[in-house]
T-cell receptor, first 113, second 116 residues
């Protein structure tokens, strides 16, 4: 089985711009979660989607949004980028989410200048 | 509040020696516990999990972890370390605040350095 894929792998944006990151889960997995990884804050949960419904949301401002499509692919969007949004954004998929291990993609490295 | 603590920022061990990476947790309800490893510029790789059952869990690459309910710990162990085990290790617990979520709460990570 192919693993979790994320596109793009690297992204450079300027403050005020918006960005969309994409995640394709492992075939058959219906749960997709997003995490932000920074040196200072570590790994922080952004969202969780299951069957196109947001099941859980982390403590991030409304500039961060996401969605899941009927084929389980997911996107996350960050509007009005700030310097502090520079991070590695990781997508993870699992069969159902609860109790199942999550399989992570390689991440998208976002740099905001 | 749910939380995970990894008390050591870095663990140094000589190749061939046993290694332990420590993790303690605080969660409401039954804990679902996980260990992940991250190599430079890579995503996280799943090593093992504890949901229920035997307190000693065996995982990938020769790693195992011991669940201790009374001490609320889930330490990662390996009998004989390899240089290639050098990486960043994360302990995680499922958020027990809701029964219908796979949200993980991660520790801050422990860098494992295995020297030849």
């Amino acid at each position: 089985k192919a693993g979790v894929t994320q596109t793009p792998r690297y992204l450079i944006k300027t403050r005020g711009q918006q960005v969309t990151l994409s995640c394709s889960p492992i075939s058959g997995h219906r749960s997709v979660s997003w995490y932000q990884q920074t040196p200072g804050q570590g790994l922080q949960f952004l969202f969780e989607y299951f069957s196109e419904t947001q099941r859980n949301k982390g403590n991030f401002p409304g500039r961060f949004s996401g969605r899941q499509f009927s084929n389980s692919r997911s996107e996350m969007n960050v509007s009005t980028l700030e310097l502090g949004d520079s991070a590695l954004y990781l997508c993870a998929s699992s069969f159902k989410g609860v109790g199942n291990e999550q399989f992570f993609g390689p991440g998208t490295r976002l740099t905001v200048l | 509040a749910q939380s995970v603590a990894q008390p050591e920022d870095q663990v140094n061990v000589a190749e061939g020696n046993p290694l332990t990476v420590k993790c303690t947790y605080s969660v409401s309800g039954n804990p679902y516990l996980f260990w992940y490893v991250q190599y430079p510029n890579r995503g996280l790789q799943f090593l093992l999990k504890y949901i229920t059952g035997d307190n000693l869990v065996k995982g990938s690459y020769g790693f195992e972890a011991e669940f201790n309910k009374s001490q609320t710990s889930f330490h990662l162990k390996k009998p004989s370390a390899l240089v290639s085990d050098s990486a960043l290790y994360f302990c995680a617990v499922r958020d027990g605040g809701s029964s219908n979520t796979g949200k993980l709460i991660f520790g801050q990570g422990t860098t494992l350095q295995v020297k030849p």
